[in-house]
C-alpha cells in the first residue's frame, strides 16, 4: 500500500525539546501576523477539551445498537462522518474496519502519525514511537500482547497502514456483558486503545 504524507516526516524530525521548539514557532508565527494568539489558544482548546475518544466512542455505540447505521459506516464512513460535521483536519478520508471472530484490526502509522484526529483526538505518545511503527507491522501479536491484548489463534491479526489520505477507525467486537444497554451508556465502554485496536472494551469505572 503506498504511504505518502503531506507532513514531511515532520515528528521524526521533531527535536528533543519540542516544547521550546513549539514556543519559538507560535512566537514567530503570532510577531509575522501569520496566526493570532486567540486562534490558537481556541485550537488548542478544541484539541484539549473538545476532541477526543468520546465522539469516536459514540460512533462506535452507535453502530452497535443501529445494524443500518453501522452498514453504511462500513461501506462509506466518510459520508457518514461528513454528515455528522465529523470531516476535517485529518479526518477527511476515514475507512471503518470491524472487528470480528474471525479478524482482529489494528492501526498504525509506519512513516509517521496518521491519526483520525476527529474521532480520537491527538495520538497517544506510543502511537508515534518509533518502536510502535516498525514492530506493529513485523510482530502485531508480540505487540499487542504488551498492550494486554490476545487475539484468539484462529483470528488473523490485520494490521492497517495510516497515511495521510487514509485513516483508519476500528469497530471493536462488543463484549457480552455490555449486551442490553442503551447506545449512551455502550459508549462509556469503548476505549480509545479499542478503536485502535491495541485494547478492548471495557466496563465504565464507577
Ligand atoms: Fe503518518
Redesign the pocket.
Known sequence: MPHE?D?NNAHTLLPSEPALRVRALETILTRKGLVSAETLTEIIDIYAHKIGPHIGAKIVARAWTDPDFKQALLTNAETVLGEMGLAGRQGEHVQVVENTADIHNMVV?T????YPWPLLGIPPSWYKSDAYRKRAVREPRTVLAEFGMMPHPSQSVRVWD???EMRYLVLPMMPAAAAGCDAEALAQWVTRDSMIGTGSPKAPQI
Open positions: 504524507h507532513d502509522c512513516l509517521c502519525s496518521c495510516s497515511t495521510a
